[in-house]
């Protein structure tokens, strides 16, 4: 019996240290678990997120580009006609003259009208996954708004790091929106694009010698669905944006956008 109690004595803190350690084993296994969940919940919603983002900024291009389509066609071609029933208008009382003046009007806001449309249709056909080289996509970006405007544009473009087709899409994105309201509302004869990394950032800057706007009611003017989807796209890449503007001093749009480390 002696023996026995001496064998308890021996194996009763064994047993009872075994029985901690399995128990804090334990403890850790369900925080471990606890956490996983957590972490792969989290995962879930930020997808969901992402997905909820991804479909606002969809939404709101295919609204823009409704609407560039019914600024620029129906718009344009209301233009035109009305200039033609002043032609009929001038024709039927031999006013020759004028009615040859206006037809010269109505031929300019044709080719307009025409340019415009030309870039509405580019955004549409445009496969945005050839986009693979930031510096050469803005080239055929200015190329484009330049062969369907005749608006010259200065550019200053000086970037040394590859980037993802993630920052290069919202980018190119910024700068058509940029274009796309010089050519429709700033009846501006110049631009000026600079594009150039400056230590951990890419500073981007698009500005216009055109009419200008109040800065007080620049959504009717530069566009609310422009502005939200540039934001949107600048939020995304953790940048910021400055607009400035004045009446008859032209337009300044200003980003800088972080450069994230590989």
Known sequence: MANDTDDLTVYIPILFLILIVVVAYSILFFRQVKARIR?????????????????????????????????????????????????????????TERAQSIIKGSMSQARKTLGEARMVIDDLRKDRHDQSDLTETVKNEVNRFTTATNIPIRTKISVLQNMSPFFIEHTVYMIKECLTNVSKHAKASHVELVMVQQGDHIHLEIADNGVGFDEKKRESTFGHYGIIGMSERVRLLGGEIHLKSKKNEGTQVIVNIPLKKE
Do not use: C
């Open 39 to 95: 972490t792969q919940t989290f995962l879930k919603e930020l997808e969901l997120a992402h997905q909820q983002v991804e479909e606002l900024t969809l939404a709101n291009e295919r609204q823009r580009m409704a609407r560039d389509l019914h600024d620029t066609l129906a718009q344009g071609l209301a233009g035109i006609i009305m200039q033609l029933e002043a032609v009929q208008a001038h024709l039927e009382n031999q006013n």
